[in-house]
């Protein structure tokens, strides 16, 4: 790597860290590009060279943080026992837990995987490869343990998952709950779900 890409990436990260912190402090609609760079120490200019648009420094800030998450499951995953729901229990708490340190952050991202034009370059709530592959390697687990049904619909179940891991962020946003409070929340709702896949 030249001197020239260096500059580049020490400039890319310089921006990532400005951009985390000022949407986790101000929010992402109050933060504009010159916050960011002024934050950073760059110019505008530099920003753009970098980044197409918020939305993309956003995502990448996401995927970046994903790093850290998931060095931590790699530390956990192995050791998770119980039943099936046990153990989404567990991966949904990790999350919360994670994703909590900064709310506004998290909330950003799922408020921007809404919006109806979707840049390239741009990963979006929902589509964390890793998560969805953590959640289907559950699930087929428990189908081999004997507390999954065979005919389980993994794709389905990952859905409703993840959309009561992301509706249960309303919570933070209306009134602050911690990250306690969103995982009991979660664990109620896999404990209902688990009803439809257990074997009859």
């Not at 046990?86 to 900064?102: K, Q």
């Not at 993994?154 to 709950?177: G, Q, T």
Request: one cysteine or more; a negative charge; charged letters at 25%.
């Amino acid at each position: 790597m030249g001197i020239r890409d260096d500059q580049k990436q020490a400039t890319r990260e310089k921006v990532l860290e400005a951009a985390r912190d000022l949407f986790n402090e101000t929010g992402y609609d109050e933060t504009t590009i010159r916050a960011i760079a002024e934050r950073a120490g760059v110019s505008v200019g530099s920003v753009f060279t970098t980044f197409s648009s918020k939305a993309e420094v956003l995502s990448h800030v996401m995927q970046t943080r994903l790093a850290d998450l998931y060095a931590e499951f790699d530390r956990v995953v192995p050791f998770l026992r119980g039943s099936t729901a046990d153990r989404l229990c567990s991966i949904f708490a990790i999350h919360y837990e994670f994703e909590t340190r900064r709310v506004k952050l998290f909330l950003a991202h799922i408020a921007a995987s809404y919006s109806p034009s979707q840049e390239p370059g741009i990963v979006p709530y929902g589509r964390n490869e890793r998560l969805n592959a953590m959640l289907r390697e559950t699930l087929l687990s428990g189908v081999e343990r004997g507390d999954v049904r065979g005919d389980i619909d993994p794709d389905l179940a990952i859905d409703v998952l993840k959309a009561s891991y992301a509706w249960n962020y309303r919570m933070a946003a209306c009134r602050n709950a911690p990250a306690a409070e969103l995982s009991a929340m979660m664990d109620a709702q896999i404990g209902f779900v688990a009803q439809a896949w257990r074997p009859g």
